[in-house]
Every structure is written in structure tokens, then in C-alpha cells.
């Protein structure tokens, strides 16, 4: 019986090995071009289709389905961008990206909304964001931008 459960437990060894072999291999795939995108959407929908279109375009999403949650996110450093929805059900995207800002966090941002009013328009282009996008928007529409800033274009 014990060399069952140590067999066990080197075959966990080694699956962990694995994992963590592949994780170092994808952070070696990811970080030179800078391909971690934040993504902040209450709309589930909306945001597993992000994710699905990020993901088929080489991008590793980092997704958040509120401004709470995107709040306690600390690890900037390797994201290219981050694009947030301006009207969240718990905060605005432009509230966030002033917070980003105080905080001396400079990080490129799209703004996707539903929202075609000017003056929302003109305070998101304020903050400093690098596209604004009103739904629905085209695959180009979104890549364009993220292809300039993950290779360090903008």
C-alpha cells in the first residue's frame, strides 16, 4: 500500500512538473510581446466572447465581470492593455482608469460602450485612451489598436 501512495505522489510530481514547465514556456511565449489583455465587462456574454476572440488572436485575457473585482487586480506590468466597458453595474470604465492614473499606473486603454454620447465620448478620449469603441464594433476595430500597443507601437 505505501508504494501506491507514493507512486501517487510522484505522479503528481510530475504533472505539476509539467505544469509548471508549460506555464514558464507560455510566460517566455507571452511576455516578449506583451499579449495579457485586461478585460472589464459586467455582460457575461459579451465578455466569453472577448475572451474567445483575445484568445484566437494569440492575446491571454485576464477577465473581470465587475469594477470591484477589477479594483483588488495589483500586476500591471505585463498586461499590453486594458479595455474596460464604460458603464459597469458597479462603477464607470473611465472611474477606473482615473484610479489607474492616481495610482501612477500607466497602461493602455480601449473603451467600449453602447453609449453614443459626445460627452461621454469626450471624457473617455480625455482620460487618455488609445480607442473608442461603441458596440457592436468590428474584429478590426478592437485588434487594431491592441496589435500597436503589445508591440509596443503607441
Known amino acids: 500500500m505505501p508504494n501506491h501512495k507514493l507512486g501517487a505522489t510522484a505522479?503528481?510530481?510530475l504533472v505539476s512538473e509539467r505544469v509548471l514547465m508549460r506555464v514558464c514556456?507560455?510566460?517566455?511565449?507571452?511576455l516578449p510581446d506583451r499579449k495579457i489583455v485586461l478585460v472589464v465587462d459586467d455582460d457575461s456574454g459579451r465578455l466569453e466572447g472577448l475572451e474567445r476572440l483575445l484568445r484566437?488572436?494569440?492575446?491571454?485575457p485576464i477577465l473581470f465581470s465587475s469594477a470591484a473585482a477589477f479594483k483588488n487586480h495589483t500586476d500591471f506590468d505585463t498586461a499590453a492593455c486594458v479595455i474596460f466597458?464604460?458603464?459597469?453595474?458597479?462603477g464607470s470604465g473611465i472611474e477606473l482608469r482615473q484610479g489607474l492614473?492616481?495610482?501612477?499606473?500607466?497602461?493602455?486603454?480601449?473603451?467600449?460602450?453602447?453609449n453614443e454620447d459626445p460627452a461621454v465620448r469626450k471624457a473617455a478620449l480625455d482620460s487618455g485612451c488609445i480607442a473608442f469603441l461603441t458596440k457592436p464594433f468590428?474584429?478590426?476595430?478592437?485588434?487594431?489598436?491592441?496589435?500597436?500597443?503589445?508591440?509596443g507601437l503607441s
Open 138 to 151: 468590428s474584429v478590426r476595430a478592437l485588434m487594431e489598436p491592441l496589435k500597436k500597443v503589445s508591440a
Open 11 to 13: 505522479r503528481i510530481g
Open 101 to 114: 492614473k492616481a495610482a501612477g499606473i500607466s497602461v493602455p486603454v480601449i473603451y467600449m460602450t453602447g
Open 85 to 90: 466597458d464604460i458603464n459597469l453595474n458597479d
Open 25 to 30: 514556456r507560455q510566460i517566455g511565449d507571452i
Open 56 to 60: 484566437a488572436h494569440a492575446y491571454e
